[in-house]
C-alpha cells in the first residue's frame, strides 16, 4: 500500500486511488459537527450561487460555509465547528461552500473514493482508508485558499500517514506544532472576531468523532456522509 502527501488544488486535482481530502481550519471539523448533530448529508459545492440555488431549489435546506472565513449573505451558517456545535440540523442537508475544503472535494475527479478529514475524525478515517488494503492511498493538505501550505492541513497528513503505515502517531506532538503555527493565531485575534478560540478548541480535539466522512458523487454533487468503518 502505497501512501502520498499532495497539497492545495494541484494536489487535489492529481489525487488516485483512495483519497482523503484534509481541511483542519476549519471545513471537516465544521462538517463533521453538523453530521454529528444529526446532518442527514452535506453537499459540498464549489461557489455561492450553486449553494444558494441547491437551496432555493429544495435539494438542501441550509446553507454553511465562508468567504474570506466569513458567513457570506444569505448564509444560515459560517465555516465556524462552535457555531454549528450549537445547531440541531436533524434530518437536514446541509449544503457547504468554503474556499479550500470543498474546493479540494470538487476538484479531485480522479479519486476512486473518497473522504473528507480533518483531525476529529483521524484515525477513523485511516481506519475507512485501509479497509481491504488498496494499492494506492493520497493524502491532500488544502492549505489556506487552496493556494498556500498551512502547518494544520500537512501535520493532519503526516499524522494519517503514521496511522495508515502502522507506525507510532504522536496526537499530542501534532496538537503542540499546531498550536504554536501560525495558523492558530487568527482563533481569538480581535481583528478577526469570525475566527473563534472555540474553533480551535474543537478542530485540535483529535478523534472526537467515532466515524469517517465518505463523499460520493450522486447526480453530479458531491454528498458527504457519516460512514462507520466496521
Ligand atoms: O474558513 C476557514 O477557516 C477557511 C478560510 S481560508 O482558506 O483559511 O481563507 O476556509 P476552509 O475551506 O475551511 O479552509
Given at each position: 500500500?502505497?501512501?502520498?502527501?499532495?497539497?492545495?488544488?494541484?494536489?487535489?486535482?492529481?489525487?488516485?486511488?483512495?483519497?482523503?481530502?484534509?481541511?483542519?481550519?476549519?471545513?471537516?471539523?465544521?462538517?463533521?459537527?453538523?453530521?454529528?448533530?444529526?446532518?442527514?448529508?452535506?453537499?459540498?459545492?464549489g461557489?455561492?450561487?450553486e449553494?444558494?440555488?441547491?437551496?432555493?431549489?429544495?435539494?438542501?435546506?441550509?446553507?454553511?460555509?465562508?468567504?474570506?472565513?466569513?458567513?457570506?449573505?444569505?448564509?444560515?451558517?459560517?465555516?465556524s465547528?462552535?457555531?454549528?456545535s450549537?445547531?440541531?440540523?436533524?434530518?437536514?442537508?446541509?449544503?457547504?461552500?468554503?474556499s479550500?475544503?470543498?474546493?479540494?472535494?470538487?476538484?479531485?475527479e480522479?479519486?476512486?473514493?473518497?473522504?473528507a478529514?480533518?483531525?476529529?475524525?483521524?484515525?477513523?478515517?485511516?481506519?475507512a482508508?485501509?479497509?481491504?488494503?488498496?494499492?494506492?492511498?493520497?493524502?491532500?493538505?488544502?492549505?489556506?485558499?487552496?493556494?498556500?501550505?498551512?502547518?494544520?492541513?500537512?501535520?493532519?497528513?503526516?499524522?494519517?500517514?503514521?496511522?495508515?503505515?502502522?507506525?507510532?502517531?504522536?496526537?499530542?506532538?501534532?496538537?503542540?506544532?499546531?498550536?504554536?503555527s501560525?495558523?492558530?493565531?487568527?482563533?481569538?485575534?480581535?481583528?478577526?472576531?469570525?475566527?473563534?478560540?472555540?474553533?480551535?478548541?474543537?478542530?485540535?480535539?483529535?478523534?472526537?468523532?467515532?466515524?469517517a466522512?465518505?463523499?460520493?458523487?450522486?447526480?453530479g454533487?458531491?454528498?458527504?456522509?457519516?460512514?462507520?468503518?466496521?
Amino acid at each position: 500500500m502505497e501512501v502520498v502527501i499532495r497539497s492545495l488544488a494541484e494536489g487535489a486535482k492529481q489525487a488516485v486511488g483512495r483519497v482523503a481530502i484534509i481541511d483542519v481550519f476549519r471545513a471537516f471539523t465544521t462538517a463533521a459537527v453538523a453530521l454529528a448533530n444529526g446532518a442527514s448529508r452535506i453537499i459540498m459545492v464549489g461557489t455561492l450561487e450553486e449553494a444558494l440555488a441547491l437551496r432555493t431549489n429544495g435539494i438542501g435546506q441550509v446553507c454553511m460555509g465562508e468567504v474570506g472565513g466569513r458567513a457570506p449573505p444569505g448564509f444560515d451558517f459560517g465555516n465556524s465547528p462552535f457555531e454549528v456545535s450549537g445547531a440541531e440540523f436533524r434530518g437536514k442537508a446541509v449544503i457547504q461552500r468554503t474556499s479550500a475544503g470543498t474546493q479540494g472535494i470538487v476538484l479531485a475527479e480522479k479519486a476512486e473514493r473518497m473522504y473528507a478529514a480533518s483531525l476529529v475524525v483521524a484515525s477513523t478515517t485511516a481506519k475507512a482508508l485501509r479497509t481491504g488494503t488498496p494499492d494506492f492511498i493520497t493524502l491532500v493538505a488544502m492549505g489556506n485558499n487552496a493556494v498556500s501550505r498551512a502547518d494544520e492541513d500537512e501535520l493532519c497528513a503526516m499524522y494519517l500517514r503514521s496511522l495508515l503505515q502502522g507506525k507510532r502517531a504522536n496526537a499530542e506532538a501534532v496538537r503542540a506544532l499546531i498550536l504554536a503555527s501560525e495558523e492558530a493565531e487568527r482563533f481569538g485575534d480581535p481583528a478577526r472576531p469570525h475566527f473563534h478560540p472555540r474553533d480551535l478548541e474543537i478542530a485540535l480535539d483529535i478523534d472526537r468523532f467515532d466515524f469517517a466522512i465518505r463523499v460520493i458523487t450522486r447526480e453530479g454533487q458531491a454528498v458527504a456522509e457519516i460512514e462507520r468503518p466496521a
